[in-house]
Every structure is written in structure tokens, then in C-alpha cells.
């Protein structure tokens, strides 16, 4: 039994590399994921300050190219400790329950050069919707660099529950700026 | 010989532009106070917002005060007022006019250093003049607060002495600025 294990585990460990060979990890310190919100109409920026990203892309055939995004909630920074407070909260991320957001493409399509529009599965507070983000991409000294700018709606993921759902306070849209840098191959 | 109306009495903007600032701190001052020790909710968020534009709003009619105060000088204070009761009206309203300006500018510079730029009215933006620094923030809420204190007691200095203007010395100074008193009362 005990030998199995190891043996399956060893055989993973050996084969892992020819399953998944083209997937980059990312450059964390040159990208970043940030959320845009507007509250009584001033921007506000939150950063998630750590996400995992894994990306396997070749512009000459985006077809075959896909990307996983993993993004941990509880990092999400306001930049304002009572702001962090509230937004971990169950009314906002709950943290505590959905400690993950998700970003899984499911196609990538050309759209103009140097453009692409990924569409994928967008998994934030237990909710999964379908979502298309535009992307543009560029080779940049060995790293590919992918950004772009995600419109979302707060509510759709119930993010903003109870008295929060006025929108007069804190709109529903949400922008998510991404920026998506390879790690140096 | 008349003397001429301006030498008397205040013009009635400069009587609007008083009663309009003095009605805003009023409103302003207690609500920054209430506002501070809410827990946060979305009213919480709303109160902030509109303290912020009570304040430009006051920032902007002084800047509006001071113009037209250039242009149409003060009264001069009633004959035989001593002469420690002139500096001393004298220096309260340089000091008072300069916290019109101190502080709303105060609260600007911290909402910036805080990182939560001021909305005028949730539409038009004011320039961040500092970027967002926690301790800088911090040190620029306390800076506002005294500022705030220091506006208080200067108004309860204002309001003391313009109600003895009115009540133990039976001079005109009050009625200056409320022009219904001195209409009432015949000299």
C-alpha cells in the first residue's frame, strides 16, 4: 500500500514535467492583479499581493494557449487597515470561507495585432461566470508580458451583501487591472 | 452729511459669505467629529464623502470671501473701543480667515496621504498633492484636528465677543452682521 503511494508519487514527480513542459510560472514582482472600485465616486485601488499564475502561450497560435490564474483573497490590500478589515468579511470576500479567486481560460482568440481576447471561467466568492478579458501581449526581453483590463460587476459574485448592495455607495463595477509577466525561461 | 453706506455696514455678499461659511462649519465640525467613531457601513462612507465637499465647498467660498473683501474693506471697529479690543478683533479674524483656508486644506493633504482622493460632489476630482503615506496620514489627521480645535475656540472667541458687542456694550457690531437687529433696535 505504503509502496504504491510512493511509487505513484515518484512516477508523478518524474512524469509531471512532459505533462504540462510549456507552462511558465510568473515574474512575481513585475506583475500584478489589482481591483478598481468606485466609492461616492472616488477610485479606489486594491491590490492582491499574492496570486500564482501559470501560463502557456505561443502568439503565432493563441488557439492552443491557456492560462490559469489563482488568487489569494485574503491578500487583498486597500492600502487602509479598517478597508482590509471589511473586505475579508462575509458581507465582501469571506475570506474565510472562499480563500481563493480563479481564472481559467477556456478559449483564447485573436483580436488584432498583438491583441487577444481571453475568454475563460472567472471563479470569485464560490461564483463561476463566464468571462472574456481583452489581452495584449508582448515579448519583452524573454518574459511575456499579458495586460488588460477586466470589467466585472461586484454584485454578479455577491461581493457587497446586505446594506452594501447600494451601488450609490459603492458601485458595481469593478475594474480588474491584470498584468501578467513570465518568469524568465 | 450722510456718510457713505459702506464705511457703516457690511455689503450683503459679505454678509451672505459669513452666514454661508458659518452654517457649513457648523455642520461640518460635528458631523467629522460623529463621523470618526462609526463603525464602518456604507452611511459611514457617505458621511466622510459629504464632509469632504462641506469643507471645499467653505474652502472655495472663503477663497470667494477674500476676494471680495479686498475689494470692500471691513467697517472700522465703533469709536472708543480700547485699544486691546481692537488688536484683539484683529487678530482673531486674520486667524480665523486663515483657518477657513488651514482647514479644508488640511483634510484635502490627509485624504491624500490616507490614499482616498476627494471627489467634489463624487464628480469633479481634486489633484492628490501628496501620495499615499500611512504616517504622513496619520500625522496630517492630527494636524486637522487641532486645526479644528483651534477654529472652535477662535468661533466661541467670535461668537462671546459679538454677543457682547450686542448685549453690554449696545454698540452696532452684531447688527452689522445681522442687519434685522439694527433695523428693530432704533438709536
Known sequence: MRKTAIALALGAALLSPFIAPALAQVDAAKSSVVAVSRQMGVPVEGKFRRFSAQVSFDPARPAEGKASLEIDIASFDLGDADFNRETAKKEWFDAAKFPKATFVTSAIKPAGPGKFDAAGKLTIKGKTLDVVAPVTYKAEGGQQVFEGVLPIKRLQFNIGEGEWKDTATVADDVQIKFRIVTAKK | ?187
Open chain 2, 1 to 187: 452729511m450722510k456718510m457713505s453706506l459702506p464705511t457703516l455696514g457690511y455689503s450683503r455678499t459679505a454678509i451672505a459669505l459669513h452666514w454661508a461659511i458659518a452654517l457649513l462649519i457648523f455642520c461640518a465640525f460635528p458631523l467629522g467629529i460623529y463621523m470618526a467613531d462609526l463603525p464602518f457601513s456604507p452611511g459611514r462612507l457617505k458621511l466622510y464623502s459629504y464632509h469632504k465637499w462641506i469643507g471645499v465647498t467653505v474652502f472655495l467660498l472663503a477663497l470667494a470671501r477674500l476676494a471680495w473683501r479686498w475689494q470692500h474693506p471691513a467697517p472700522p471697529p465703533p469709536a472708543g473701543m480700547p485699544a486691546w479690543q481692537r488688536i484683539a478683533s484683529i487678530a482673531t479674524h486674520h486667524l480665523l480667515y486663515l483657518l477657513l483656508f488651514a482647514v479644508p486644506i488640511s483634510g484635502w493633504l490627509m485624504s491624500s496621504a490616507k490614499g482616498f482622493q476627494t471627489v467634489y460632489l463624487g464628480i469633479i476630482p481634486l489633484p492628490d498633492l501628496l501620495t499615499k503615506d500611512k504616517a504622513l496620514g496619520d500625522a496630517l489627521l492630527l494636524v486637522h484636528q487641532i486645526l479644528n480645535f483651534t477654529l472652535a475656540t477662535l468661533v466661541v472667541t467670535h461668537l462671546t465677543a459679538a454677543l457682547k458687542h450686542y448685549f453690554v456694550d449696545r454698540d452696532e457690531v452684531l447688527g452689522r452682521m445681522i442687519p434685522l437687529l439694527n433695523q428693530r433696535k432704533p438709536r
